[in-house]
């Protein structure tokens, strides 16, 4: 069992930051061998991948409308990822879900809504 918790969630301006945290942790769950993935999910729309990071932390990927404003990072030490959101739009407001595919099924967590609205 792999356990996922974000963090880090708010309502933030156009053209702010934001940073999300995702926590995992499971009894048998080796998170420095898992590459871990950030989603998200806007109202009325289809979950979408933003970020995927390997599991050294040496190879990102980033959906287009994301690119040169997120950054995807993680701490191996910590069991944690991170998502960077700089330059936010209000296109990014969505409830954004931490993930990772261990033991053969996909894991998520419970999500955190970012609003970027005036």
């Known amino acids: 069992q792999v356990q996922l918790v974000e963090s880090g969630g708010g309502l933030v301006q156009p053209g702010g930051s934001l940073r999300l945290s995702c926590a995992a942790s499971?009894?048998?769950?080796?998170?420095?061998?898992?590459?871990m993935s950030w989603y998200r999910q806007a109202p009325g729309k289809e979950r979408e991948l933003v970020a995927l990071?390997?599991?050294?932390?040496?190879?990102?990927k980033y959906a287009d409308s994301v690119k040169g404003r997120f950054t995807i990072s993680r701490d191996n030490a910590k069991n944690t990822v991170y998502l960077q959101m700089n330059s936010l739009k209000p296109e990014d407001t969505a409830v954004y879900y931490c993930?990772?595919?261990?033991?053969?099924?996909?894991?998520w967590g419970q999500g955190t809504q970012v609003t970027v609205s005036s």
């Open positions: 993930s990772t595919t261990a033991f053969g099924k996909p894991y």
């Open positions: 499971g009894s048998t769950f080796r998170f420095s061998m898992y590459a």
């Open positions: 990071i390997t599991n050294a932390g040496g190879g990102t």
